[in-house]
């Protein structure tokens, strides 16, 4: 199959980069952040997560972070939704996506939202026909995809299964998450190929941590699947609280490196992102783990 042209780089840094660090992220660096990845040409970004205060601290202050988003861009804003309460909050903070989450695995999914895979199931099914006939489009992420921290090997007529009802109630797209980075070229391939039986190519977005080293490498089979879209976290930020061992994402900064260098055009403006990345790198007071990062750092940016 042809690569696809275009990619939709989803930014989640602000979400899943932040959810796992150990300090707090102060609210006003938290927007500035979100300002400037908007002027580096970030179209589609997560910027909090409207779960319980309780189980994701850092997060505490979604509500305030959206009530100062630029709104003047045309960028699609998401948000993590768990359950009616959270929907409420999303609607209220006039977000474009609500981004429901569930796991393909029992164990996971009891300790990432308190409830098994098919009492989620059945609740997000009934959020989403909600949330789409209130005029809102929801997507969703699949966690535990390629593999579970907990459970080990995660059968695809799961995640198949999971990602069929939810497309059915009214998802628009299904992330396919993997949650700790244990995804390699092959598994991506043979996970795309079942699905893609039954599901488009423009059905599907890949939500790869890079825990092994091996993300960029399973996106290439993504792009060769005609995938275009693909989940990132400036420098490489973030984790999921509940799978242990889980590193960040794959690092928008070097992915938007690879897909230019491959001609393929993301709207994502490398100096201006560099940019942010050192003001969350400051702010966070940490190094980031992306190439990069260190690219820039070493001034052989340009
Ligand atoms: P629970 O304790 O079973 O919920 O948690 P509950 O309904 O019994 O409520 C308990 C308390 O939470 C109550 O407050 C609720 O009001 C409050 P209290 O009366 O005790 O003061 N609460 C809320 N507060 C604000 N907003 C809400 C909300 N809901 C309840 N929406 C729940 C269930 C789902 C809420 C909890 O487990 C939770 O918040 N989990 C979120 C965990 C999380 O965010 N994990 C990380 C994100 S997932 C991830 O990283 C993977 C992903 O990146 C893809 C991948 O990499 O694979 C997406
Ligand atoms: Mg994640």
């Given at each position: 199959m042809e690569w696809p042209m275009q990619v939709t780089v989803w930014e989640v840094g602000p979400r899943d980069g932040l959810q796992n660090e150990a300090a707090f992220l102060a609210t006003e660096d938290k927007i500035a952040w979100i300002h400037m990845l908007a002027d580096a040409g970030v179209s589609h970004l997560e910027v909090s997560s409207f779960v319980s205060p309780r189980w994701?601290?850092?997060?505490?202050?979604a509500d305030e972070v959206c009530a100062h988003l630029p709104r003047d861009r045309g960028i699609v804003y998401a948000a993590l939704v768990p359950n009616l309460q959270g929907l409420e909050r999303a609607r209220q903070a006039a977000l474009d996506v609500a981004a429901i989450f569930l796991s393909a695995s029992e164990t996971h999914s009891q300790r990432n939202i308190n409830k098994g895979v098919a009492p989620a199931l059945a609740q997000y099914r009934a959020l989403t026909e909600t949330a789409v006939a209130g005029g809102m489009r929801v997507r969703a992420y699949i966690s535990t995809v390629f593999g579970c921290p907990y459970e080990g090997e995660v059968d695809v007529d799961t995640v198949r299964r999971i990602a069929l009802t939810l497309l059915e109630a009214g998802v628009y797209e299904v992330s396919l998450g993997d949650t700790i980075g244990v995804a390699t070229p092959r598994s991506t391939e043979a996970v795309l190929s079942s699905l893609l039986r039954d599901i488009r190519p423009a059905q599907l977005a890949l939500h790869m941590h890079d825990t092994r080293g091996a993300a960029l490498a399973n996106l290439v089979v993504g792009l060769q699947h005609g995938i275009a879209v693909m989940d990132s976290s400036l420098g490489g930020l973030g984790g999921c609280p509940?799978?242990?061992?889980a590193a960040g994402n794959v690092a928008t900064d070097d992915l938007v490196r690879m897909l230019h260098g491959c001609s393929v055009v993301t709207g994502i403006d490398e100096g201006l992102l560099a940019k942010a990345g050192a003001f969350v790198a400051e702010r966070l007071h940490t190094t980031l783990a992306s190439k990069m990062s260190r690219v820039y750092a070493g001034g052989a940016g340009s």
């Open positions: 994701i601290p850092q997060l505490a202050d509940y799978a242990p061992g």
